[in-house]
T-cell receptor, first 112, second 115 residues
Framework: AQSVTQLDSQVPVFEEAPVELRCNYS??????LFWYVQYPNQGLQLLLK??????LVKSINGFEAEFNKSQTSFHLRKPSVHISDTAEYFC??????????FGSGTKLNVKP | DTAVSQTPKYLVTQMGNDKSIKCEQN?????MYWYKQDSKKFLKIMFS???????INETVPNRFSPKSPDKAHLNLHINSLELGDSAVYFC??????????????FGPGTRLTVT
């Protein structure tokens, strides 16, 4: 079975500072990797995903994540965060059977 | 327009009751899902329907019964509610059943509290 670990339940950071949200996974099969974001009182939204090809994937709002197969990681980074990035971020993997496995989420709190 | 909507948003009920949560998507998607988010924030797939047919049925108690009257609706009925059923339930949809390729669109969640 697959599992996803997000070690940091909360990450406080000041505006314009860089941030990294960590995600590690375990799997015995090939997986696809995702980051979802949940803004307050809203459902989860896809932020970015890795299916194949370049290991560095980027979102339209400045986030990027790098797939590292040897370390089984898919950490999410942003070089300079905004107040509007305050949200909860969920890492997920899907297996060849199209089942999704989510991490427990990381709350990013951007302070002015 | 809300893409994936769920009703109710909050549900407080007593043990032993039967309750339903409704989900509707107006995206024209073929596949819908129910997830349960437990107290530790883990999201776990419960069911998935593709064109009204059940395609994923994880190990959940028989007290949980999904119903899809049409491909735009996937309701979740829960019989004989227990304290452990307290959680946030998310509905989602995707264009096809190939969830790893298609983006899943999530509803805002239904917070169920069983007392």
């Amino acid at each position: 079975a697959q599992s996803v670990t997000q070690l940091d339940s909360q990450v406080p950071v000041f505006e314009e500072a860089p941030v990294e949200l960590r995600c590690n996974y375990s799997s015995s099969v090939s997986v696809y990797l995702f980051w979802y974001v949940q803004y307050p009182n809203q459902g989860l939204q896809l932020l970015l995903k890795y299916l194949s090809g370049s290991t560095l994937v980027k979102s339209i709002n400045g986030f990027e994540a790098e797939f590292n197969k040897s370390q089984t990681s898919f950490h999410l980074r942003k070089p300079s965060v905004h107040i509007s990035d305050t949200a909860e971020y969920f890492c997920a993997v899907s297996d060849p059977f199209n089942k999704f496995y989510f991490g427990s989420g990381t709350k990013l709190n951007v302070k002015p | 327009d809300t893409a994936v909507s769920q009703t109710p948003k909050y549900l407080v009920t007593q043990m032993g009751n039967d309750k339903s949560i409704k989900c509707e998507q107006n995206l024209g998607h073929d596949t819908m899902y129910w997830y349960k988010q437990d107290s530790k924030k883990f999201l776990k797939i419960m069911f998935s329907y593709n064109n009204k047919e059940l395609i994923i049925n994880e190990t959940v108690p028989n007290r949980f019964s999904p119903k899809s009257p049409d491909k735009a609706h996937l309701n979740l009925h829960i019989n004989s509610l227990e304290l452990g059923d307290s959680a946030v339930y998310f509905c989602a949809s995707s264009q096809t059943s190939l969830a790893r390729l298609d983006e899943q669109y999530f509803g805002p969640g239904t917070r169920l509290t069983v007392t």
